[in-house]
């Protein structure tokens, strides 16, 4: 899995410079990427291959948003294979059409595409994923990290789908990415 912030920058944003937690701060990169992801979608581009079943004339993929189609093959023996420019894509919601308005027969499909947001992360998801890491940081070893005395990372309240491990600025910087209904 890409990582949407380095390591140096988790060292800046925790205040930490000392290289002797490298393997655990590594760990709340892997699982800040992969709360965040959970939220927004794959940020970085890469290459998703599914299983979808058939639902008429239109599929729905998993992973969004979906950048290109690169194939749509039947996984059972006997089907044919759909050619991606006979389809439509919605690349936002991850809905595939096709074109000449015909059914998906002989599904499942096998579906091999490119999910992301670009090869760079935008700024706002990268400050929300430090703050996340920040944030879990803080309430493994409190105020005594160097951090002061006043703590505004009280995890008072749970949040419905992410307990109290996101706090509520990070998901407030994330709302622009927000996956459509439906999707996760």
Same mark, same amino acid.
């Given at each position: ?5 380095? #390591? ?21 990169? @892997?699982?800040? %990427? ?53 389809? @439509?894509?919605?690349?936002? %919601? ?17 579906? %091999?595409? %490119? ?16 703050? #996340? ?52």
């Amino acid at each position: 899995m890409a990582q949407l912030v380095t #390591l140096e920058q988790v060292r800046t944003q925790i205040d930490d410079h000392s290289t002797d937690n490298s393997v655990e701060l590594s760990l709340y990169i @892997d699982a800040a %990427t992969e709360a965040v992801e959970r939220f927004t979608g794959p940020v970085l581009n890469r290459a998703v291959t599914e299983k979808v079943a058939a639902r008429g004339t239109r599929l729905a993929l998993s992973q969004v948003p979906v950048v290109e189609l690169a194939s749509i093959t039947p996984v059972l023996t006997g089907g044919s294979a759909v050619e991606v420019a006979e389809l @439509d894509l919605d690349g936002d %919601t991850g809905v595939v059409t096709r074109l000449d308005g015909g059914q998906f027969y002989g599904g499942p499909w096998r579906v %091999t595409y %490119t999910a992301g947001r670009g090869d760079t992360v935008p700024p706002t998801i990268q400050l929300a994923t430090l703050l #996340l890491i920040h944030h879990l940081w803080r309430t493994k070893y409190g105020s005594a990290r160097g951090q002061g005395s006043q703590d505004d990372f009280s995890v008072s309240e749970q949040i419905p789908g992410f307990g109290y491990a996101v706090p509520y600025r990070v998901l407030t910087l994330l709302e622009p990415y927000t996956q459509p209904p439906g999707i996760a």
